[in-house]
């Protein structure tokens, strides 16, 4: 029987056998470490699973039980929850859940304000792409006027799949009964925004690096776009049990995570050495995933991703302008003193290392600080002393004052050529208080509908002082530049159940329902649960890109 197996091993019968073995018809070869042009599947998932093979006369369909059990056994034991099925060749053997799963009514948003509008100031001279793709939205598509749909394909990953979540994001692993929340995806009213893309958007960012800046509603952003691109197979085998064990042993050293999934393979073969006989053989197919190596440290941490060399950087900065603690006037030490009209110079430095930015701030404008124009105290946010002058700026006006003045910084920044993403600002979900007085999002499972949205003036003022900022520096801006507003506030304020609510950690005793009283519990309704809606800001992202680089490509070719 070993004999046998080794025979059929070295001398496969046709390639049909041969595919079972490699998924291909061609040998394998495994990545090395460097320098390596990898050979990506055509997936816009990363995830190139395959449903055992069916004897011609299986008819499988979405809504058949058993086939359903099937697709979550897959999902579930490749840890890749964004399963693309491939259909067999056989029109009655597919399972097709993109084209054959019934949506649920989606909730569709009235046509939003014009503060909605897609924003942009371009000043490098580049025309848009009107490259047309499939699995691609139309480059002159407003993103930001859509619906909310129900998508039971699911998330890109799931919360087991990923290993650098923040723990207070991981609604899943900290007890949240209901999952909903996670199928919601944004459609645009004219065009489609794909999933979530890994192998696009690493060979668009090959050799550069993207940065997230801000606060750690940033940095909820930025986890969320490594365990997106941690979904990126770089190779998908299928191999017999006994020769994974090599595999294994490397694969640390490669730099890669293997996810496996079992499979069983009758092969009815016959054969002058073993005779006419059926054989049982196990399979793995196996993803080659690449593990990004962190490279960073406290001040500023860097994934780099080495088969495209692409970097994935945070740099925190709670308010994206000077920072200081001195004496200033009537000011005593030790207050937080925010110079307004003077860029972050703890970020400043890194700019000419990025490529693209995805810069964001506002919330940290709620905290206890000190405004400072022109070195005069001008205003402060809980702190003004009796007696003191009349402020002239409160806390709005002097996040207006900020993004214009860190903007301004990054567009005239001489060695700086990249792409700027401004990403509005985040709306929270208090209800009944603010985040320290009693503010709640508990037991919300799904978007707000049409004539749900209670307009919240705190996060309308900020936006709109948000855009302000925006457009004064557009106005400073040089021929180099590149700026875009993604414009997420009135989106995302249909999203209040994404939050994380009191799912905050993982204590089984954790208290979840109000008390007696009718007090709710500790909760967080500002950052968002991962996977969640948070995963689309990452899809506009990846969409503003396509349209600068690729446009960029059309222009010059």
Known sequence: MIFASWLLVSFPIGSAIRGYFYGVDGKIVLPALKNVDYSYSNSSSGSNLELPTMSSNSSVVVNNE?????????????????????????????????????????????????????????MSGFPSSNTSESNSVDSGCDLYNGKWFYDPQGPSYTNNSCPIITQMQNCQGNGRPDKEYENWR??????????????????????KTLAFIGDSVARNQMESMLCLLWQASIYTLKLPVSWLNPLFHIKQFLGFEILEQWYVREWIVCSFVIGSCSLKYYFRSLMLVEVPQNRGNKRMQRWHFVSTSVMIVRLWSSWLVRETTEKIDFAPEGVTKLHLDAPDDKLMEFIPNFDVIVISSGHWFAKQSVYVLNNEIVGGQLWWPNGSPPMKVNNVDAFGISVGTILSAILTHPNYTGLTIV?????????????????????KEKPLAIGELVENGFTNIMHEKQVSGFERAVKKATSKSKLRLMDITEVFSYRHDGHPGPYRNPDPNKITKRGPDGKPPPQDCLHWCMPGPIDTWNELVLEIIRREFEGNRNSSS
Request: charged share 30%; proline share 6%.
């Open 66 to 122: 058993k086939a359903q059990v099937s697709i979550r056994s897959v999902e579930k034991d490749s840890m890749a929850s964004e399963s693309n099925v491939e259909p067999s060749s056989s029109g009655k053997d597919s399972v097709d859940l993109k084209n054959n799963a019934t949506l649920e009514k989606p909730t569709e948003l009235p046509k939003l304000s014009s503060r909605a509008t897609e924003k942009k100031a371009d």
């Open 423 to 443: 990403r509005s600002f985040s709306p929270d979900h208090y209800e009944g208080g603010a985040w320290n007085t009693g503010g709640s999002c508990t037991g």
């Open 186 to 207: 944004w459609k645009p009213s004219k065009c489609d925004l794909p999933r979530f893309d890994a192998k696009k958007f690493l060979e668009l960012m090959r050799g």
